[in-house]
């Protein structure tokens, strides 16, 4: 995932990557009314005397498109939580139990065949779409299919392995999936066959990509017309330039307390427009409920002494870096990428983010807590298998060595004013260096696809990934492999261009492994981030934490970590 | 006076269409602006890629392409935003109109009020303390960055101070007029003042020097000759031959904001209006939006400029003629 | 675009310059109209404050080096995130982060008082406030003045031509500046600086990046010649019609030779007077343009910039946005109330504004 505003969180969680999945947990800050006391992992019961009241929400701006089968962005996937359901769901709940996989649409998770090539589903009875239509098999039919009719952004990526999906996305008209999901209207079952194996699948079909539509939905983008809704509130109106207002869905009964929860506002509202400063003002005088931005840094000191029981702070499997152009000069040259990663003082980045409690620095690409992350760093003072200090003096001999002091190097970031102030920083280092620094802020709007596009000889940029579910391969085999490296395209995920055939192979190796050994994979997986470290293409840079601000009046604060806050389960009264 | 004011419309025209054109081809010229990579999501595949571009008709040339967004713009009025699919371009600028104009309507009465006041009380107290006061304050307000004031307004309206004396003050937005009239002028009060800070300095200097200049004049000597008391003099004969410039200035200042030109306000106090379409619509490098919101404003301005011009066409025959 | 019956009754002509054989002649009797001016403009007592203030300000700027090496012994440009500092006796960290709470939040040090320690304060990258403040102004005059000069030198241009040969050459140029003044500065600046980011102008000699200065000096610039220009064409246009220059004509004067000597003369003043008000008014653009990330690019720092960056710490550290603001009002301040005495000065009829 890119950053918080364009990423789809998708969690899925492997029985090893929950027990490998620590650290960190669920917020260590009291919460002010506490949450319902239950067991870790299992949701607490609902209590109805907090039911009611309407619960508003803030936002720069809005997010895009309602239909859950083309956003793709955080802002409103925590949204859709509350109102689409797909065959399987990760669980509501607070803590490391939200990686879980839990059957949501589908009775019971489903039954794998013997090759790995068919899961088998039997659709729940009874659920009603908010039009007051029961969702059938053939909506779930019709919801595969309009994945690739709408020109959903993971068809190719996450569902291109179903049969007859390789041919519905190069031929829509001629899309047939009924090969690759079988449905049976007299059984309510459902068989997805594949072409080939695939762990993820669970986690894929749990995100709202794969949300079921009612059949005969739009066969585009929706846009801004709210379609029927499964979950407990449905979209009442929205105007990009205003608001989103939710109201409950009169068709909902709860199937599935770990699924898809009842909710306790009446309404919910998302109002856009208002700067960040503005908002977090809101949220501090009771006008507001929540801002969904991070707050400005010079907030942050506010917001940790005078509010801090309304502040929540909870880790993130994520890691910001600096990507370096290794088909263009300097970067070109192994040892300059080296004696970049050297020379960063990542404790500078961690301030510039927020302090020491907001972010923590890191070396390697997987972040602390990961499947498959190993204590690990090539490019500390010192050495060790942390991050201690800057070593600007070996850094001075690399580049002496590579011979390119002089040249000049452009590092693009995003305009806003964090990622400027890192960069800024990051200029001023490489001035030190020797470069001829200069740094291009553009529009967050553009600026992910921009950097991707090689036409745009970006040499250095700044960017971040989120995890899309907690599986190493979402991290190396995305960011790094020689498939996602595509010349002249905007979407060429492999920023740093990096396509080394070696370590390509260990990587097919390690996803093969994750079919029948996952333990086994997760140390290949450790051993592709050192192999991918030491060419450094990159420059891990730390892992951020996520602050949730909240009003005086909101209660049960619960922090999924695969989808953030659940925003439904909040009281307001 | 009729081949004058045809003569302005051919012009007004003629500009309208070669800011659409100038607008359209440096959106086009700017690198990284592809939409279709926005639109079809992160990390899209190519055949997803290809398929959003067909549909948004990127893959054709220039001129189609212009031609094609004038038409769905004027002819078929259903452009559609590239970020937020399926809104509409036009409803989201009419939505917005009534924003703008509450904000800038409200701003006019009040610089006008005051920026008069004080440019008629500099005249009146030239030579004593009053008038370098008035002088530098007018000069202030024009000196201070809008925006920097807007912020600083905030800190104190809704932060540092909003606990004691501006508890009054309401949450930034906006309240319809329809909705809440006490609520909408409260909402509107400090956008105003802020806006109005920034223009009566430039009202209040611009009177007072053309004031300066009537009451010096020969027709004025001789009123007072008569012996007509001061202050009948400043206000039925100085002011009203000095309104007339500010007038033509007014038009001018009024029409470009109505269009937008207060976008910088707008974004500060979170107001809704045409302006901050206009800003986001940079932001996001929405193409549609940005021809729309730049051709509502620019029509303004060529709007306020031929009333102007007619004005003093009517009022002069040698201008009809220049 | 047409004259209003302000400009038409603008400037009473002065006639030539004495430096014909008929002014000698007549002895000199008559001061000239700039001598004239100067004199007014020494005996007034705001334009006189005005101008030491703008002085005071100008060498300020210009002595920012100094500032930033012998007083404050600081690199204004280069990032000290990590830095230390001393204040009263004990060392600090520049970008002290919050001990209280949750600790969270990074805070630059606030005012000192001591010149050789932060005396403003430190930026949210660690830099000496007091120091960058110095240096932004000497790009914020820069550009400022760069882009006043380019607008009347442009505008006088065009007022010039578009006045004098009217017609066809009027038509066209009158249409430009239509299209120049409905066009939204913001748009502009925008798409040229995105469009400049990745390879730069090139215009002979000339190299400009998206970082040059010479880029708000150019946009700015190039925004305000409508608001020179119109009143220039309407002076023009009254002149054109006095006897002297239908006289020049009538003795057989080449076009460019009426222009140089008769017209430009009458003009002159007028572009003078704009000339203050259009730096302050370049100045407030500039920083408004900062806002949107156009123009001087980090770690070189404008007025505006510096705004820009200190709204970003208006909640924790106020002085920044408020020390680079007060800069920009105090010396737009200077320039109009400069700007309003030249006026006076040279032609208290001037009518600045109001023109069609």
Same mark, same amino acid.
């Given at each position: 995932?890119?950053?918080?505003?364009?990423?789809?969180?998708?969690?899925?969680?492997?029985?090893?990557?929950?027990?490998?999945?620590?650290?960190?947990?669920?917020?260590?800050?009291?919460?002010?009314?506490?949450?319902?006391?239950?067991?870790?992992?299992?949701?607490?019961?609902?209590?109805?005397?907090?039911?009611?009241?309407?619960?508003?929400?803030?936002?720069?701006?809005?997010?895009?498109?309602?239909?859950?089968?083309?956003?793709?962005?955080?802002?409103?996937?925590?949204?859709?939580?509350?109102?689409?359901?797909?065959?399987?769901?990760?669980?509501?709940?607070?803590?490391?139990?939200?990686?879980?996989?839990?059957?949501?649409?589908?009775?019971?998770?489903?039954?794998?065949?013997?090759?790995?090539?068919?899961?088998?589903?039997?659709?729940?009875?009874?659920?009603?779409?908010?039009?007051?239509?029961?969702?059938?098999?053939?909506?779930?039919?019709?919801?595969?299919?309009? =994945?690739?009719?709408?020109?959903?952004?993971?068809?190719?990526?996450?569902?291109?392995?179903?049969?007859?999906?390789?041919?519905?996305?190069?031929?829509?008209?001629?899309?047939?999936?009924?090969?690759?999901?079988?449905?049976?209207?007299?059984?309510?079952?459902?068989?997805?066959?594949?072409?080939?194996?695939?762990?993820?699948?669970?986690?894929?079909?749990?995100?709202?990509?794969?949300? =079921?539509?009612?059949?005969?939905?739009?066969?585009?983008?929706?846009?801004?017309?709210? =379609?029927?809704?499964?979950?407990?509130?449905?979209?009442?109106?929205?105007?990009?330039?205003?608001?989103?207002?939710?109201?409950?869905?009169?068709?909902?009964?709860?199937?599935?307390?770990?699924?898809?929860?009842?909710?306790?506002?009446?309404?919910?509202?998302?109002?856009?427009?208002?700067?960040?400063?503005?908002?977090?003002? $809101?949220?501090?005088?009771?006008?507001?409920?929540?801002?969904?931005?991070?707050?400005?840094?010079?907030?942050?000191?506010?917001?940790?002494?005078?509010?801090? $029981?309304?502040?929540?702070?909870?880790?993130?499997?994520?890691?910001?870096?600096?990507?370096?152009?290794?088909?263009?000069?300097?970067?070109?040259?192994?040892?300059?990428?080296?004696?970049?990663?050297?020379?960063?003082?990542?404790?500078?980045?961690?301030?510039?983010?927020?302090?020491?409690?907001?972010?923590?620095?890191?070396?390697?690409?997987?972040?602390?807590?990961?499947?498959?992350?190993?204590?690990?760093?090539?490019?500390?003072?010192?050495?060790?298998?942390?991050?201690?200090?800057?070593?600007?003096?070996?850094?001075? $001999?690399?580049?002496?060595?590579?011979?390119?002091?002089?040249?000049?190097?452009? =590092?693009?970031?995003?305009?806003?004013?964090?990622?400027?102030?890192?960069?800024?920083?990051?200029?001023?280092?490489?001035?030190?260096?020797?470069?001829?620094?200069?740094?291009?802020?553009?529009?967050?709007?553009?600026?992910?696809?921009?950097?991707?596009?090689?036409?745009?000889?970006?040499?250095?940029?700044?960017?971040?990934?989120?995890?899309?579910?907690?599986?190493?391969?979402?991290?190396?085999?995305?960011?790094?492999?020689?498939?996602?490296?595509?010349?002249?395209?905007?979407?060429?995920?492999?920023?740093?261009?990096?396509?080394?055939?070696?370590?390509?192979?260990?990587?097919?190796?390690?996803?093969?492994?994750?079919?029948?050994?996952?333990?086994?994979?997760?140390?290949?997986?450790?051993?592709?981030?050192? $192999?991918?470290?030491?060419?450094?293409?990159?420059?891990?840079?730390?892992?951020?934490?996520?602050?949730?601000?909240?009003?005086?009046?909101?209660?049960?604060?619960?922090?999924?970590?695969?989808?953030?806050?659940?925003?439904?389960?909040?009281?307001?009264? | 006076?009729?081949?004058?004011?045809?003569?302005?419309?051919?012009?007004?025209?003629?500009?309208?269409?070669?800011?659409?054109?100038?607008?359209?081809?440096?959106?086009?010229?700017?690198?990284?602006?592809?939409?279709?990579?926005?639109?079809?999501?992160?990390?899209?595949?190519?055949?997803?890629?290809?398929?959003?571009?067909?549909?948004?008709?990127?893959?054709?040339?220039?001129?189609?392409?212009?031609?094609?967004?004038?038409?769905?713009?004027?002819?078929?009025?259903?452009?559609?935003?590239?970020?937020?699919?399926?809104?509409?371009?036009?409803?989201?600028?009419?939505?917005?109109?009534?924003?703008?104009?509450?904000?800038?309507?409200?701003?006019?009465?009040?610089?006008?009020?005051?920026?008069?006041?004080?440019?008629?009380?500099?005249?009146?107290?030239?030579?004593?303390?009053?008038?370098?006061?008035?002088?530098?304050?007018?000069?202030?307000?024009?000196?201070?960055?809008?925006?920097?004031?807007?912020?600083?307004?905030?800190?104190?309206?809704?932060?540092?101070?909003?606990?004691?004396?501006?508890?009054?003050?309401?949450?930034?937005?906006?309240?319809?007029?329809?909705?809440?009239?006490?609520?909408?002028?409260?909402?509107?009060?400090?956008?105003?003042?802020?806006?109005?800070?920034?223009?009566?300095?430039?009202?209040?200097?611009?009177?007072?020097?053309?004031?300066?200049?009537?009451?010096?004049?020969?027709?004025?000597?001789?009123?007072?000759?008569?012996?007509?008391?001061?202050?009948?003099?400043?206000?039925?004969?100085?002011?009203?031959?000095?309104?007339?410039?500010?007038?033509?200035?007014?038009?001018?200042?009024?029409?470009?904001?109505?269009?937008?030109?207060?976008?910088?306000?707008?974004?500060?106090?979170?107001?809704?209006?045409?302006?901050?379409?206009?800003?986001?619509?940079?932001?996001?490098?929405?193409?549609?939006?940005?021809?729309?919101?730049?051709?509502?404003?620019?029509?303004?301005?060529?709007?306020?400029?031929?009333?102007?011009?007619?004005?003093?066409?009517?009022?002069?025959?040698?201008?009809?003629?220049? | 675009?047409?004259?209003?019956?302000?400009?038409?009754?603008?400037?009473?002509?002065?006639?030539?310059?004495?430096?014909?054989?008929?002014?000698?002649?007549?002895?000199?009797?008559?001061?000239?109209?700039?001598?004239?001016?100067?004199?007014?403009?020494?005996?007034?007592?705001?334009?006189?404050?005005?101008?030491?203030?703008?002085?005071?300000?100008?060498?300020?700027?210009?002595?920012?080096?100094?500032?930033?090496?012998?007083?404050?012994?600081?690199?204004?440009?280069?990032?000290?995130?990590?830095?230390?500092?001393?204040?009263?006796?004990?060392?600090?960290?520049?970008?002290?982060?919050?001990?209280?709470?949750?600790?969270?939040?990074?805070?630059?040090?606030?005012?000192?008082?001591?010149?050789?320690?932060?005396?403003?304060?430190?930026?949210?990258?660690?830099?000496?406030?007091?120091?960058?403040?110095?240096?932004?102004?000497?790009?914020?005059?820069?550009?400022?003045?760069?882009?006043?000069?380019?607008?009347?030198?442009?505008?006088?241009?065009?007022?010039?031509?578009?006045?004098?040969?009217?017609?066809?050459?009027?038509?066209?140029?009158?249409?430009?500046?239509?299209?120049?003044?409905?066009?939204?500065?913001?748009?502009?600046?925008?798409?040229?600086?995105?469009?400049?980011?990745?390879?730069?102008?090139?215009?002979?000699?000339?190299?400009?990046?998206?970082?040059?200065?010479?880029?708000?000096?150019?946009?700015?610039?190039?925004?305000?010649?409508?608001?020179?220009?119109?009143?220039?064409?309407?002076?023009?246009?009254?002149?054109?019609?006095?006897?002297?220059?239908?006289?020049?004509?009538?003795?057989?004067?080449?076009?460019?030779?009426?222009?140089?000597?008769?017209?430009?003369?009458?003009?002159?003043?007028?572009?003078?007077?704009?000339?203050?008000?259009?730096?302050?008014?370049?100045?407030?653009?500039?920083?408004?343009?900062?806002?949107?990330?156009?123009?001087?690019?980090?770690?070189?720092?404008?007025?505006?910039?510096?705004?820009?960056?200190?709204?970003?710490?208006?909640?924790?550290?106020?002085?920044?946005?408020?020390?680079?603001?007060?800069?920009?009002?105090?010396?737009?301040?200077?320039?109009?109330?400069?700007?309003?005495?030249?006026?006076?000065?040279?032609?208290?009829?001037?009518?600045?504004?109001?023109?069609?």
């Amino acid at each position: 995932m890119l950053s918080r505003r364009l990423s789809a969180l998708t969690a899925v969680a492997v029985l090893a990557v929950a027990a490998t999945a620590c650290s960190g947990g669920s917020d260590p800050t009291p919460a002010p009314s506490g949450s319902g006391a239950a067991a870790p992992g299992v949701a607490a019961a609902y209590q109805p005397q907090h039911a009611g009241g309407d619960l508003h929400l803030l936002a720069k701006s809005a997010g895009g498109s309602l239909d859950p089968k083309v956003n793709y962005t955080l802002q409103y996937w925590q949204l859709f939580q509350a109102m689409y359901d797909g065959l399987l769901a990760f669980k509501k709940v607070d803590g490391d139990a939200s990686f879980t996989v839990v059957p949501d649409l589908a009775e019971a998770l489903p039954t794998v065949s013997a090759d790995g090539l068919s899961y088998t589903f039997t659709l729940r009875k009874g659920v009603k779409f908010s039009t007051g239509a029961e969702v059938t098999v053939d909506d779930v039919a019709a919801s595969f299919k309009r =994945i690739f009719e709408v020109d959903s952004p993971t068809a190719g990526t996450f569902y291109n392995g179903i049969v007859g999906a390789a041919n519905c996305l190069t031929d829509k008209a001629t899309c047939d999936l009924s090969q690759g999901v079988v449905v049976d209207p007299a059984t309510n079952e459902i068989v997805i066959h594949l072409v080939a194996p695939d762990p993820e699948l669970s986690y894929k079909l749990a995100v709202p990509h794969a949300a =079921i539509n009612l059949a005969g939905s739009p066969t585009s983008d929706a846009g801004n017309v709210p =379609i029927p809704t499964t979950g407990p509130y449905m979209v009442a109106s929205y105007d990009p330039n205003t608001a989103l207002k939710m109201v409950r869905n009169p068709a909902f009964a709860e199937w599935s307390h770990d699924a898809q929860p009842k909710g306790y506002p009446d309404t919910i509202s998302e109002t856009f427009g208002l700067t960040v400063e503005a908002a977090v003002t $809101a949220v501090q005088n009771g006008q507001a409920d929540w801002i969904f931005d991070p707050p400005p840094a010079d907030r942050l000191n506010e917001i940790g002494t005078k509010y801090a $029981a309304q502040a929540h702070v909870n880790p993130l499997t994520a890691f910001w870096y600096l990507a370096m152009n290794t088909h263009l000069a300097p970067f070109d040259n192994v040892k300059v990428r080296q004696a970049l990663n050297l020379a960063v003082d990542r404790d500078a980045a961690v301030k510039l983010y927020g302090g020491t409690q907001l972010a923590q620095p890191v070396c390697t690409v997987l972040p602390p807590g990961f499947p498959g992350h190993v204590d690990d760093c090539q490019y500390t003072k010192g050495g060790g298998t942390t991050w201690k200090a800057p070593d600007l003096a070996k850094a001075k $001999a690399l580049i002496a060595e590579s011979g390119t002091a002089g040249m000049e190097v452009g =590092i693009t970031t995003t305009d806003d004013e964090v990622n400027k102030a890192i960069g800024e920083y990051v200029q001023s280092l490489l001035t030190e260096l020797g470069y001829k620094a200069t740094l291009k802020p553009i529009s967050g709007n553009i600026q992910f696809t921009y950097i991707q596009n090689t036409n745009n000889d970006v040499q250095l940029s700044l960017t971040s990934w989120y995890q899309d579910y907690p599986a190493a391969s979402d991290f190396l085999n995305v960011l790094l492999s020689c498939a996602s490296y595509t010349p002249g395209s905007d979407s060429s995920i492999n920023i740093s261009g990096f396509c080394d055939k070696d370590v390509d192979a260990q990587m097919q190796t390690a996803l093969t492994t994750e079919q029948t050994d996952p333990d086994k994979a997760n140390t290949q997986w450790a051993a592709v981030d050192k $192999a991918v470290m030491t060419q450094a293409p990159l420059v891990p840079l730390f892992t951020p934490k996520l602050i949730d601000f909240t009003s005086k009046r909101v209660g049960n604060y619960q922090f999924s970590r695969q989808f953030y806050m659940l925003v439904i389960q909040l009281w307001v009264k | 006076m009729l081949r004058f004011a045809l003569r302005r419309t051919a012009s007004a025209v003629l500009v309208l269409f070669s800011i659409s054109v100038l607008v359209f081809l440096i959106f086009f010229a700017t690198p990284g602006v592809d939409p279709a990579a926005r639109i079809a999501g992160r990390n899209a595949d190519q055949a997803t890629l290809r398929a959003v571009q067909h549909e948004f008709g990127l893959d054709q040339p220039l001129p189609v392409r212009y031609a094609l967004m004038m038409k769905h713009l004027f002819v078929d009025r259903d452009l559609t935003s590239f970020v937020n699919r399926g809104v509409r371009v036009i409803p989201q600028i009419t939505q917005a109109v009534p924003v703008t104009l509450s904000l800038v309507v409200g701003a006019a009465v009040i610089w006008m009020v005051v920026g008069i006041a004080m440019g008629t009380g500099a005249a009146a107290w030239r030579g004593r303390a009053a008038d370098p006061v008035i002088v530098v304050l007018g000069v202030l307000g024009v000196s201070i960055p809008v925006y920097w004031l807007g912020e600083v307004v905030n800190l104190l309206t809704q932060s540092r101070l909003h606990d004691g004396v501006f508890s009054w003050v309401p949450p930034l937005g906006y309240v319809g007029l329809t909705t809440d009239p006490v609520q909408w002028a409260l909402h509107l009060l400090f956008p105003w003042l802020t806006l109005a800070a920034l223009y009566a300095g430039i009202y209040a200097r611009v009177l007072r020097s053309e004031m300066l200049g009537a009451l010096d004049e020969d027709y004025v000597r001789t009123a007072r000759a008569k012996g007509v008391s001061e202050r009948r003099i400043l206000l039925k004969h100085a002011l009203r031959c000095s309104l007339i410039p500010v007038v033509s200035l007014f038009g001018l200042d009024f029409g470009a904001l109505v269009g937008g030109s207060a976008l910088l306000t707008e974004v500060v106090f979170g107001l809704p209006g045409v302006g901050r379409l206009t800003y986001t619509a940079l932001q996001n490098l929405d193409l549609p939006v940005i021809l729309g919101t730049v051709l509502y404003a620019a029509f303004f301005v060529v709007l306020a400029n031929a009333v102007v011009d007619l004005g003093y066409a009517a009022l002069d025959p040698r201008v009809r003629r220049a | 675009m047409s004259a209003s019956p302000a400009d038409v009754a603008a400037l009473p002509p002065r006639g030539s310059a004495p430096s014909t054989p008929a002014a000698r002649r007549a002895g000199t009797a008559a001061e000239g109209p700039w001598r004239r001016a100067a004199g007014q403009l020494v005996r007034n007592k705001g334009a006189l404050a005005s101008a030491v203030v703008l002085l005071v300000v100008l060498v300020a700027c210009l002595l920012a080096p100094v500032y930033a090496r012998s007083i404050a012994h600081t690199d204004p440009f280069t990032s000290n995130v990590s830095g230390t500092t001393v204040v009263d006796g004990r060392t600090v960290p520049v970008l002290a982060p919050s001990t209280t709470g949750l600790g969270l939040g990074v805070t630059p040090i606030g005012p000192t008082g001591d010149p050789a320690h932060y005396l403003l304060g430190a930026d949210n990258q660690g830099r000496d406030v007091m120091a960058r403040l110095l240096y932004g102004g000497r790009n914020s005059l820069l550009i400022g003045t760069g882009a006043a000069l380019t607008t009347c030198l442009l505008a006088g241009l065009v007022g010039v031509l578009a006045g004098y040969f009217g017609g066809v050459v009027d038509g066209v140029l009158a249409r430009v500046l239509d299209v120049l003044w409905a066009f939204p500065v913001y748009l502009l600046a925008i798409s040229l600086s995105v469009v400049l980011l990745t390879s730069g102008l090139h215009l002979g000699p000339v190299h400009i990046g998206a970082g040059s200065r010479w880029l708000p000096v150019l946009i700015i610039g190039l925004v305000y010649v409508p608001y020179v220009a119109r009143p220039l064409r309407g002076q023009v246009l009254a002149l054109r019609e006095k006897e002297f220059v239908a006289a020049a004509i009538g003795v057989g004067c080449s076009d460019w030779r009426i222009m140089r000597r008769d017209v430009l003369p009458n003009v002159l003043p007028t572009l003078v007077v704009f000339l203050p008000l259009m730096v302050a008014l370049a100045m407030l653009t500039e920083s408004a343009l900062s806002f949107l990330s156009v123009g001087v690019q980090p770690p070189q720092a404008s007025w505006g910039t510096i705004i820009n960056d200190g709204l970003g710490l208006l909640y924790t550290r106020p002085a920044v946005t408020l020390g680079a603001g007060v800069a920009v009002a105090v010396t737009a301040a200077a320039l109009n109330l400069l700007g309003d005495g030249v006026r006076e000065a040279l032609d208290p009829r001037a009518r600045l504004r109001g023109a069609a």
